[in-house]
């Protein structure tokens, strides 16, 4: 049962992140409105992160299976794709270098803000 109250809330940021997304003009996935309605929840310590734990940390750990659906959309569309490639692979890998960056520098800030504060 506590499974399952566990994956009633996340279920339940996911809904609410779907609700703003039909409300609200802006041009963000459900489910980043969604994710951050629960940073928001967990952040002001309304959901405790031992009520989320366990069912949490099953998804993680399931995370990689998700990616095999677009893999096999990426095989069936390979003719569409073959001759733009290397400008695929290129966009790849800039993006990648360029989000990677992205998060070290902001990971950066937070600590610095951090310790800036700590007294």
């Known amino acids: 049962m506590?499974?399952?109250?566990?994956l009633l809330i996340i279920i339940a940021f996911?809904?609410?992140g779907e609700v703003l997304h039909h409300l609200l003009p802006l041009p963000f996935p459900a489910n980043i409105y969604g994710i951050i309605l629960l940073y928001l929840a967990l952040h002001l310590k309304i959901v405790k992160v031992?009520?989320?734990?366990e069912?949490?940390?099953?998804?993680i750990i399931a995370m990689?299976?998700?990616f095999i659906p677009p893999a096999v959309g990426l095989m069936n569309t390979w003719g569409d794709i073959?001759?733009?490639?290397?400008?695929y692979l290129l966009i790849t890998f800039l993006t990648t270098f360029i989000?990677?960056?992205c998060a070290g520098w902001a990971t950066q800030l937070v600590i610095r803000y951090k310790n800036k504060h700590k007294n």
């Not at 506590?2 to 566990?6: D, G």
């Not at 031992?50 to 734990?53: A, D, E, L, P, V």
């Not at 073959?82 to 400008?87: L, T, Y």
């Open 2 to 6: 506590r499974y399952v109250m566990q």
């Open 14 to 16: 996911a809904f609410a």
């Open 50 to 53: 031992k009520q989320i734990k």
């Open 55 to 59: 069912v949490s940390t099953t998804l």
């Open 64 to 66: 990689p299976v998700m």
């Open 82 to 87: 073959r001759d733009s490639w290397p400008q």
């Open 99 to 101: 989000v990677m960056a």
